[in-house]
């Protein structure tokens, strides 16, 4: 609603907060968590913007305050201890009007404070708020909150990273390494877009992480190994909370850091090798699920994540870091491709159904061609049909997967339009790697996430036992009718076509 309606100028972070609250007689219904949830973001944002400190200790009764106020006054005493004879009048979700010079002051200081000193700092899509990153709450609908419990997590990766590097240097043999290595590509994967929205998932792969670099200690010890030292190698996470571990992250966001480097140019070689390797661990997380681990490529990583690590302005070295991400890249991608080839068979072009079929469905979105598998192999005779979504469409072009029957075709377009598509759905949806968006209320009893993905409310499966999206399957209406006559896209031929094009280079 609010979106179209903000400004782009000085004023636009506080002006999306007012605007946000003015527009509080759309929410007011909302109860229990999800407003408890909206509130604590209004209230944390509001006291960021506005320079107070601490915003966590608002009193809930204050922070639902925000959201009782009418469509044209935020009620600025009960919400951030401002006087009530001082209210930010808003008139529209575009004008703001400040009744005194007081809250003109107040506004011009959130203004600025708002990029020196933003609530948060992601920038690893390339849609971010004002080509730059988004500051106060991601286009994808990250908080300011999830985005510093990656920032810490990211964090924990390169200290892992650094106790990796010394346990092999003491001798570890892959199978010790395992642990970690599982843990790297894992926790990597759930900071990329549109993965991990759950701030409680994120904590438990930070506290688990702690847990592993025990291992990693004890390990080293016992083989007469050397120990890393430094900041970064010697932080200890394992007793907080969640609350803790979120002001932990604000520490070791992205502007901190490049304060500590001092440098721009040696801070963006930073930031690209964070952002590539956070991809390499992607596709061989991947590789993993297909059975595929290769310890050399582990070893690179955590090689490069020590490097990260350092706040030293090494212009040479971490451009050579630079360079090793991308080189491995290229063995992953080469290993992800023998993987799915070797377990589903060469793609080929192959016909896709794009209508419906009648009866009970199920619609399975993301990457994970393992998952899709083991849901057809688990709904064989049971009369519910499966449909793909999104980036899951190329599973049509593997003759290991097409040969299930009941995978009948494909629903919807891309991932941005899955609020709409996922709504008029019939089914249960399994989304298993991103892209994720905030579901709405239409199907957010019917979605399910599993692997690395997360969003709080919604239900998480552990283990590949798709037993209760199959019976949610089965309650529900499914497709009344198949449509004719039906409709097909060729899926597939880019696979062909590249083939053709090496075949041809080659000779």
Known sequence: ???????QNAFHLTTFRIALTSAS????QITGKTKNNIATMLSRAASRLLNLSPPTKIPTAARLSVLAGSSSHFSCSTAIGMPRSNPICVSNATRIAPSNESCRRAMATAASDSISNPAMFCRQCEQTQDHIACRSVGICGKTAETSAMQDGLVHAMKCMGLWCVAAREAGATSEEMYEANWWTLRSAFSTLTNVNFDEERIAEFILEGQQVKKNLQELIQKKGGTAPTGPVASIDLSNMDT???EEFSYTVSVPKLQEAMGNDDCFSLVEIATYGAKGVCAYAAHCHQLGFMDEEVMAGLHEVLAKLASSEADMNGLLANVLRVGELNGKVLAMLDEAHATKFGVPEPTQCKVTATEGKAILVSGHDLMDLEELLKQTEGTGVNVYTHGEMLPAHGYPGLKKYPHLVGNFGTAWQNQKFEFSTFPGPIVV????????RRAYKDRIYTINEVGVAGVKHLGSRDFSEVIAKAQSCKGFPRTISPPEYHTVGEHFA???VLLTCFAK
């Open 1 to 7: 609603i609010l979106l179209p309606h903000i400004p």
């Open 25 to 28: 007689h759309h929410i007011h």
């Open 243 to 245: 609350t803790q571990l």
């Open 432 to 439: 298993t790697t991103n892209c994720i968006l905030e579901p």
């Open 497 to 499: 076509g590249l083939s």
